[in-house]
């Protein structure tokens, strides 16, 4: 890594939508929880949100960076136990350098 690379963990979360949803209603809503959760934590300075979260093969993924390894696997960790979280959850270490998501060392969460 360089002098501007910057350590990031992408949490994958698998993209699983929520059963009987109301038609109209969002399948995904668990997505809005994890930006919040995100967002809270950068609030309070634990962590950045590197960039907005997007949809990747059969996953969303929310990348965070601005702390240590062992700080950004423990918010992904928090992540996955939110009680909206599908199952499945894992991160991967990477850093900013990393030309597509999912390149990196993979950490099963849930």
């Not at 059969?58 to 960790?77: C, Q």
């Not at 959850?89 to 990393?98: E, G, L, P, Q, W």
């Amino acid at each position: 890594m360089n002098e501007t690379t910057q350590l990031i963990v992408e949490i994958h979360v698998p993209l699983t939508p929520v059963l009987n949803v109301p038609a109209g209603e969002d399948p995904f809503p668990w997505i809005d929880d994890v930006m919040d959760a995100i967002l809270r934590d950068e609030a309070d300075g634990e962590l950045e949100m590197y960039d907005d979260g997007e949809e990747w093969n059969d996953s969303f993924v929310f990348s965070i960076a601005g702390a240590s390894e062992s700080e950004l696997l423990a918010a992904a960790r928090k992540i996955a136990e939110l009680p909206t979280v599908p199952f499945g959850v894992y991160a991967v270490v990477t850093d900013s350098d990393a030309e597509e998501f999912g390149v990196g060392t993979r950490i099963d969460i849930s």
